[in-house]
């Protein structure tokens, strides 16, 4: 399916502060990009670089006042993902090297803290496939999709004890549980086609059978017509603005849509 996705937003910066951005997607085994545009304005000198987890970052420094930035993009994208029930659990020792790092405990995925909750929860499942997408079924049932409950510090811990959060949340909660169970993790950054409400969305995927495999706690069934903006091992890796000014800046309005174009 060939979708179109658009985001714009207005930064306010209260001193010139330098930014990377993570809003460039890639092209891929489940996508592929058509055409793009990427605008500030005012227009500023920038740079890209890839960074450790494959994602384009782009550098620049947002001048004191208001900064307006808009990214339009038009992808062919899966319609459906890719779906393995029977997919085995993959031994820790046949694990490609840059996959290894998913299984450790990162700044919101506590997983060496949640074993117990994890193994409950997947009880008499067959390793692998069988056991993530128990826990996805299990967020997507006992988690209140809901507002206002996190915060910036909010870990998959906090997010169990509020029994309350969104997709951020719902992510760091499977990623933590798969990672108790040797089971490699990591979180998505991107845009879902027919998203409600729409907005910037988070999902994750775990590697099993060889592959990585998409699991979303958010919805209630498989769907495709996603379009993958970064990876990383939680949110701390994957924030689509990270300012590095003397004071904060605030995005004060900010409007996604994804259409799709074929049909």
């Keep these: 399916m060939r979708l179109k996705a658009t985001c714009s937003m207005t930064i306010q910066a209260p001193a010139d502060s330098p930014v990377i951005a993570v809003l460039r997607p890639r092209s891929g085994r489940a996508q592929w990009m058509v055409s793009e545009r990427y605008e500030l304005t005012p227009w500023v000198p920038t740079t890209e670089y890839v960074d450790a987890y494959g994602n384009l970052c782009q550098r620049f420094t947002i ?7 808009e990214v339009e993009m038009v992808l062919q994208a899966d319609e459906q993902i890719a779906v393995a029930p029977d997919a085995p659990h993959t031994p820790v ?3 490609p090297d840059d996959v290894i790092h998913y299984l450790l405990p990162s700044r919101y995925c506590p997983s060496d803290r949640m074993g117990e909750k994890a193994f409950g929860i997947v ?4 390793p692998g496939y069988g056991q993530v997408e128990a826990i996805r079924a299990w967020i997507h049932e006992n988690l209140e ?3 206002g409950v996190s915060e910036a510090t909010t870990d998959a811990l906090d997010t169990l004890g509020h029994g309350a959060g969104v997709c951020r949340d719902f992510s760091h909660v499977g990623i933590s549980m798969c990672r108790a169970l040797k089971i490699p993790a990591r979180m998505v950054v991107g845009y879902l086609h027919r998203l409600d409400p729409m907005d910037m969305h988070a999902w994750f995927e775990a590697f099993v059978g060889g592959r990585w495999y998409t699991f979303d706690a958010t919805q209630a069934e498989a769907r495709g017509g996603r379009i993958v903006v970064a990876y ?3 949110a701390a890796d994957v924030a689509f603005i990270s300012d590095y000014g003397p004071q904060s ?3 004060e309005k900010m409007q996604v849509a994804v259409t799709r174009l074929d049909g």
């Design 63 to 69: 001048p004191q006042g208001s900064m307006r930035i």
């Design 145 to 147: 999709y809901r507002y």
């Design 123 to 126: 009880q008499g499942c067959t």
């Design 93 to 95: 020792s046949e694990l």
């Design 249 to 251: 800046v605030k995005v």
């Design 232 to 234: 990383g091992r939680d």
